[in-house]
């Protein structure tokens, strides 16, 4: 590489202008770099990259997940090898998307390192990335990023041939893994950076059409961010349910469903903190109410996810839990959620739009309520009958009926009546047709009775 080659390269990425900060001129040229690597149509291999990461770090840090995977140990007694393993299957797919996103041969990139290296960082480093390290190689940060992971891989594959994995040992690799990337500038704007323009757009006419028409400029903008996040939900949900589709050990989807966790968290905070007093500036009460209904609708089905089906997940002591059952359950509410507030919130802005027109194959649960209740009834009328003549109908037809019933339509239920549901499921099938089973089959009994008044009220 010659002197004039390195000398040209700063042209290639802006102007020199004295007066840009070195935090701009970074972002410039990491838009740049996005920019090659749309060119290079390689958009979809960077979105998964930085999902992972962002999965990753959700995964290392979330004490939801440490405190369902160890609901049922003892301090003395936590084995932390499932974290090793985990990672172990995620960083592998890392590794393979860092090789598919680093274009270092390419006479641009090289170029372009040197660029950094002599143009910014070394002037800069003292005072406006003081995260970063105080010395650096031309050598690809992507490819030494790619070397420490296969190393920590390894590592964390021999870890867990032993016989525990203490706590002290996972935190040191959760040290060693955040040290690298702190060492990797590009790395570190990725997962930093909320939203990247050229990878999150909205395309749904509909929705576009919608944000276009508010005319006052700053309450657009926080309605398109809005649905940016929306949108960002269901694309991680549909994101989880191809690898689940794919995937034989499913153990790596947890770190995606902690993203997904917090990327509906990052909606309600949004909403919070920031959307909610522009909506009531700007729309009428009823309008902001019917927002505010939204959420709280979703929020039940966030309760449904994490409180209600996701413990499933790590519950030993339930023999009766399918493992990918219970994730594809998630996908499937997710779904359905977050498709209805992306309707229902589209709808107080337009009331023509319709989820028909925003989603392919797209059915409300108000759509499939005529069917819910049709089968709430065919199951109330069977305990009827089973009161009335109990010789004719054996314990075991009513919980084949619950069982079809929690296969076909229980989703289709608001968390509360959804967790009610399955509490007199579960005391049920533990009755064992003792004279326990009775009662509780007459408390249940009323329980769809008060459930088919509330649906054919609401729905």
């Not at 770190?255 to 920031?274: G, M, V």
Request: glycine letters at 2%; one cysteine or more.
């Amino acid at each position: 590489m010659t002197g004039k080659e390195i000398e040209n390269i700063s042209e290639y990425f802006y102007s020199r202008d004295p007066q840009m900060s070195a935090e701009d001129k970074w972002q410039t040229v990491f838009q740049q770099w996005v920019n090659r690597i749309e060119e290079k149509k390689l958009l979809l291999s960077l979105y998964e990259l930085k999902l992972w990461l962002e999965s990753t770090e959700a995964f290392f840090s979330s004490r939801f997940l440490e405190s369902q995977i160890f609901r049922f140990s003892t301090a003395e007694l936590r084995n932390y090898s499932i974290y090793l393993n985990t990672f172990t299957q995620v960083s592998s797919r890392i590794i393979q998307l860092l090789k598919e996103v680093d274009f270092k041969k390419d006479k641009f990139l090289l170029n372009f390192e040197e660029f950094i290296v002599e143009e910014i960082l070394e002037i800069y480093t003292s005072k406006s990335f003081p995260t970063f390290s105080d010395t650096y190689s031309p050598e690809s940060w992507f490819s030494s990023l790619r070397i420490f992971l296969q190393n920590l891989r390894h590592l964390c594959s021999e870890l867990v041939k032993g016989d525990v994995v203490t706590q002290r040992t996972f935190s040191s690799i959760k040290k060693l893994y955040h040290k690298e990337l702190t060492l990797n500038p590009i790395i570190m704007t990725l997962i930093k950076k909320r939203f990247i323009p050229k990878m999150d757009k909205i395309y749904q006419p509909d929705i576009s059409r919608i944000i276009s028409r508010i005319e006052e400029k700053d309450f657009r903008r926080q309605i398109g961010l809005f649905f940016l996040f929306a949108f960002r939900v269901m694309k991680i949900n549909n994101f989880i349910e191809s690898n689940l589709n794919r995937s034989r050990n499913i153990d790596h989807i947890i770190p995606l469903i902690l993203a997904l966790k917090r990327s509906q968290e990052n909606l309600y905070t949004f909403h919070d903190n920031l959307l909610r007093e522009h909506i009531l500036a700007h729309l009428t009460k009823k309008q902001a109410g019917a927002i505010q209904a939204i959420l709280e609708d979703f929020k039940q089905e966030y309760q449904k996810i994490f409180e209600g089906e996701l413990p499933n997940f790590f519950d030993t002591q339930q023999e009766r839990a399918d493992r990918r059952k219970v994730l594809k359950n998630i996908v499937i509410i997710c779904d359905m959620a977050i498709k209805e507030l992306i309707e229902a919130t589209a709808q107080v802005f337009d009331p023509q739009v319709s989820g028909g027109t925003i989603f392919e194959n797209y059915i409300s649960r108000k759509e499939k309520s005529g069917e819910v209740r049709a089968r709430l009834s065919r199951l109330h009328a069977k305990i009827n009958d089973y009161f009335s003549r109990k010789e004719h109908i054996p314990p075991s037809d009513i919980l084949f009926d619950l069982n079809l019933f929690i296969e076909t339509d229980l989703n289709q239920l608001q968390y509360k009546d959804w967790n009610e549901f399955l509490y007199f499921y579960n005391h049920l099938t533990e009755a064992n047709f003792s004279d326990d089973f009775d009662v509780t089959l007459k408390s249940f009994h009323s329980f769809i009775t008060t459930l088919l008044k509330g649906l054919v009220k609401g729905q």
